[in-house]
């Protein structure tokens, strides 16, 4: 089992730069495909970006490719995710999520393939 913590969110204006990290409890975090995912008022948790377990891989949606870039750093148990030229319609809390996996090369899309959560973290973008 693995405890996710999210930090660094917070206010920052349309086309600022925001880094979020995700802390795991653990010694196996290396065993955790990782994604970051965001729900805005109203609307559903959406995928935003995913990591496989050594980090040799990345997706991301469409909505942020270019903009932002999820990185993980194995021996200090975190999974951070740089946001660039931020919206306004990229406003929305941000969930970390973990998933353990077997194989070296998955990443996890959707948010039914993730067990473990964190409690997320507020993102707001003024225009």
């Known amino acids: 089992q693995v405890q996710l913590v999210e930090s660094g969110g917070g206010l920052v204006q349309a086309g600022g730069s925001l880094r979020l990290s995700c802390a795991a409890s653990g010694r196996t975090f290396g065993s955790y495909a990782m994604g970051w995912f965001r729900q805005a008022p109203g609307k559903e948790r959406a995928f935003v970006a995913g990591?496989?377990?050594?980090?040799?891989?990345?997706q991301y949606s469409d909505s942020v490719k270019g903009r932002f870039t999820i990185s993980r750093d194995n021996p200090k148990n975190t999974v951070y995710l740089q946001m660039n030229s931020l919206k306004p319609e990229d406003a929305a809390v941000y969930y970390c999520?973990?998933?353990?996996?077997?194989?070296?090369?998955?990443?996890?899309?959707?948010?039914?393939?993730?067990?473990?959560w964190g409690q997320g973290t507020q993102v707001t973008v003024s225009s």
């Open positions: 990591i496989n377990r050594n980090g040799g891989r990345t």
């Open positions: 999520a973990a998933e353990a996996v077997v194989s070296g090369i998955v990443i996890r899309t959707t948010a039914d393939q993730y067990h473990y």
